[in-house]
């Protein structure tokens, strides 16, 4: 009975010293938040994913925060609490500086990629059948594309809040990047307009493959 207190007492510790103790963080503050405990903010497009050695790089489009010259950075996963971004495209990246020119992302702010930007939202309940099994059913499937395309919204939202802070206290952004970050997200409305169509094409496919099988 003793031994197997202590085994438990081990198990606590050591899961407690992995886990990630992270301050809930309400929606409309993660921008102000993630500024505030961010060394750099920035957003860019993730080039690199190094599973191995877990590190990755980022192409850097805007820096809203911090001092950095070159085009490009490079990270680092330390622990748990790190976020080991793997999907590529577009980030909005909140990271802490380890050196000049290494980040960490920290894992208790909200990093997020615009591909899965649907991911900060809970997702909806799946139905089940008589069976304990789940049911694909079109309901569901609009559930889906209704949470993509409020977290592209959402995504979209924090890129403006970011915008709109850091012009106003000044922050300028990368040196010789301006035209640059500029022309990338000059096409955010055609990319917001990208993503609805292809949910709109979803929604009809699912449509009608509903009917084919009712028929």
């Known amino acids: 009975m003793k031994q197997i207190a202590i085994l438990i007492l081990i198990v606590i510790i050591h899961t407690s010293s992995f886990a990630c103790d992270c301050k809930e ?19 860019g497009e993730l080039i690199k994913s190094d599973f191995e050695n877990n ?11 911090g001092d950095y010259k ?4 490079w990270g680092k996963a330390f622990s748990n609490c790190s976020i080991f971004p793997t999907v590529k495209g577009i980030w909005i990246v909140y ?15 909200r990093s ?13 309940p799946p139905e089940f059948s008589e069976n304990d099994e789940p049911i694909n059913t079109l309901k569901y499937q609009l559930q889906k594309l209704e949470k ?11 890129y403006e809040k970011l915008k709109k802070i850091t012009k106003k206290n000044h922050h300028q952004a990368i040196k010789g990047k301006d035209n640059d ?23 009809i496919v699912l449509i009608r493959k509903k009917k ?3 028929c």
């Not at 990271?95 to 208790?108: P, Q, R, V, W």
């Not at 990629?113 to 997702?123: D, F, H």
């Not at 022309?183 to 055609?190: P, Q, T, W």
């Open 25 to 43: 963080i309400k929606r409309d503050s993660a921008v102000i938040v993630g500024l505030r405990n961010s060394d750099m903010v920035f957003t």
């Open 55 to 65: 590190t990755f790089s980022f192409s850097i489009f805007e820096l809203f925060k």
């Open 70 to 73: 070159r085009d490009t950075i």
């Open 95 to 109: 990271a802490e500086k380890l050196n000049d020119t290494t980040i960490e992302l920290n894992g208790c702010l």
């Open 112 to 124: 997020m990629a615009l591909q899965r930007a649907e991911g900060i939202i809970p997702p909806p």
């Open 148 to 158: 993509r395309t409020e977290g592209i919204a959402i995504w979209f939202n924090d």
């Open 181 to 203: 970050s500029k022309n990338a997200f000059e096409i955010k409305d055609i990319l917001l307009g990208f993503f609805m169509l292809t949910n709109i094409i979803l929604l």
């Open 212 to 214: 084919n099988a009712s």
